[in-house]
């Protein structure tokens, strides 16, 4: 695949197709996970994981796979990645998997993963399922990053658990809150959308 | 020829088997690990909350070797006492139980470690919980613990005493047993009140007959 | 383990204090996509009720009788999310037999809720707060009821909305974000209302 090929997958991915704030999709875990960048980032890590493994497998799957049963199969291939994130993060990072409790089981409702499978990688190579996969994933993450940055960093006064802001500094506890993770979320779209002109509107009333 | 149905229906059984036999071999290499895991954690905490001293860094093998050296289990009703032995083994140092409470996101499970006489608190830890991470979840921070260190203890053992109040922090110097709550917590910092008291209510009686019974056994 | 906290409170708790959309995030997908107006909001909330309140007591029984003796309590993930599928499946059939006018205006959403997070994450959820049977459908159907009290509301608000000038960009989910933020910031007022004890 030619290099501009990727390009524009990525492009797509992180920027146009953005999973979170074009599409608005995988928005639970956003707004669950991220009032630390560290829970955020093994969590989009993990994401990223399943997202390109499963595009991968539906993809290698898809001249085989009955038309009907297609959601199901999906729906167990997306499970079984995200069993074995589980599993490692349970063997290998236990306090984090503490920290993230039944969200990292909650990515197999995430419908980034779903919506990518049914969107791209039934219908397209292995090679290229796998880079959207990754791309959507990045996106994903990136700006879940974002958000937690600004949660962390005003509710804390830390990122990545280093403390930064003085001590003095009264901290918005609020932005650690469930109110804070709507309102950052909601002003992170606002943003971006009034950067850029909306690609192509996709109808809004999407699962 | 098969059917389309039929066909579906073995592939999905097909599928279905190759995949959990990949979760199953998953789980199965990392199963003796995540045990571990949480052996090792229980073992650190006991350790922890009967202030026997560890090396930092710590490798496992540290933390099994001395917790094997140092501490004795008691076991009582199904659950566990845990002993510490004094550095020459000849002598209790304090003992451990479990404490559980109701969090504000579920059930929160730790450890206290309270004096050979009983006459003060050695340190509490926590084995899980699902409070907020960053609010309630800072009850696991060391800041927060260490308000428990050294705390006295009163010598009668009056049903439902109230050992420790946890208040929301102030400037003022504390009286003892006054524990600061985490800002913006009330709802854990509650339940780390109730399930201390709890705990103190329930396990100081026994132990009090526990270390009779044993001195009677030692001269 | 039975810590002693009694259903109803759990029940009450779900709904308000422990919403599990305002304070959990669970359901989000469809609680942005579907809560435009009253109608469908009423509708996808009712259906949420059902299957969550069911599936929590099925996922129960299936976790605490098949998969823990059995020693297969990995696998609750998929088992969870077969069973949930499965009972939205028949659901979807029932309601095609005994309400046309229901599955016309539901139909689009059967299968979102499948991958509503909130039917996954309360059957998660109980099992990681070690909820007794009882607590388990107590806390499926507050949840569900929580759920929809929660669409339903942002329902209402956004059909007056529709009229309000937004500036462009934080139309859709931008400003319903900031509302469920607002919302979620009023629920916390209910705190005080339930001592989980």
């Known amino acids: 695949m030619a290099g501009k090929g990727v390009r524009k997958l990525f492009i797509k991915g992180l920027w146009e197709e953005n999973p979170v704030f074009r599409q608005i999709l995988g928005i639970c875990s956003a707004l669950a996970v991220t009032n630390l960048l560290e829970n955020t980032l093994i969590m989009g890590l993990s994401l990223i994981f399943v997202t390109s493994l499963s595009n991968v497998t539906v993809s290698i799957l898809r001249q085989v796979t009955p038309s009907r049963i297609r959601m199901m199969v999906q729906t167990l291939i997306i499970a079984s990645y995200v069993i074995i994130v589980d ?25 980034i993963i779903m919506g990518r499978c049914e969107a791209f990688a039934r219908s397209n190579p292995v090679w290229p399922s796998f880079l959207d996969g990754l791309a959507s994933g990045l996106g994903y993450a990136l700006v879940l990053l974002t958000v937690a940055f600004f949660r962390e960093l005003l509710g804390f006064g830390s990122v990545f658990n280093i403390p930064v802001l003085p001590a003095e500094w009264t901290r918005w506890t609020i932005m650690v809150m469930p109110p804070g993770a709507f309102f950052m979320l909601g002003i992170v779209i606002w943003f971006v959308r009034s950067l850029g002109p909306k690609p192509a509107p996709k109808a809004d009333a999407r699962g | 020829m098969i059917g389309k149905r039929a066909f579906s229906v073995m592939y999905m059984l097909l599928l279905t088997l190759g995949f959990t036999s990949a979760v199953t071999l998953v789980y199965g290499v990392n199963e003796e690990r995540i045990e571990r895991n949480s052996r090792l954690k229980l073992q650190k905490i006991v350790l922890d909350v009967l202030n026997v001293p560890v090396p930092f860094p710590s490798q496992p093998s540290n933390i099994i070797e001395i917790f094997e050296d140092r501490v004795r289990i008691y076991i009582l009703n199904g659950e566990s006492i845990y002993m510490a032995l004094s550095e020459d083994r000849r002598d209790i140092q304090g003992y451990a139980f479990r404490m559980s409470g109701a969090g504000v996101w579920g059930p929160i499970h730790g450890m206290m470690g309270v004096s050979h006489d009983l006459d003060r608190v050695l340190g509490v830890a926590f084995l899980d919980h699902s409070e907020t991470p960053g609010l309630g979840g800072r009850i696991s921070e060391e800041g927060f613990r260490n308000q428990f260190k050294g705390q006295p203890l009163p010598p009668e053992r009056i049903k439902d005493t109230t050992y420790f109040r946890v208040q929301p922090p102030q400037a003022t110097v504390r009286s003892p047993n006054e524990i600061d709550a985490v800002t913006g917590a009330t709802g854990t910092s509650n339940a780390v009140e109730r399930m201390v008291n709890g705990a103190l209510n329930r396990y100081l009686p026994f132990l009090a007959e526990l270390r009779l019974e044993q001195e009677e056994l030692t001269p | 383990m039975d810590l002693g906290i009694s259903a109803f409170v759990i029940f009450f708790a779900a709904i308000f204090t422990n919403n599990i959309l305002l304070t959990n995030f669970l359901g989000m997908c469809s609680f942005l996509a579907i809560s435009r107006e009253v109608r469908s909001s009423i509708g996808l ?97 507050g949840g569900g009821i929580g759920w929809m009290l929660a669409i339903v509301a942002m329902g209402g608000i956004r059909q007056r909305l529709a009229k309000a000038p937004i500036l462009k960009p934080l139309e859709g989910p931008g400003i319903t974000l900031i509302i469920a933020g607002l919302m979620a910031l009023a629920f916390i007022g209910f705190g005080g209302m339930i001592q989980i004890q």
């Open chain 1, 87 to 111: 599993i490692l993060l349970k063997a290998y990072l236990p306090d984090i998997s503490e920290a993230l409790g039944p969200y990292v089981g909650l990515i197999i409702t995430n419908c």
């Open chain 3, 45 to 141: 909330g009712l259906a949420v009720v059902f299957v969550m309140t069911w599936t929590s007591a099925i996922n129960y029984i299936v976790y605490y009788y098949i998969l823990e003796p059995f020693n297969l309590v990995h696998f609750r993930f998929i088992v969870f999310i077969i069973v949930i599928a499965a009972f939205v499946q028949l659901v979807e059939m029932v309601i095609e037999r005994y309400s046309p006018v229901l599955y016309v205006i539901l139909g689009v959403f059967l299968p979102l809720i499948t991958v509503n997070c909130a039917i996954l994450g309360v059957c998660l959820f109980m099992i990681i707060r070690e909820y007794t049977f009882l607590q388990s459908v107590a806390y499926g159907a």
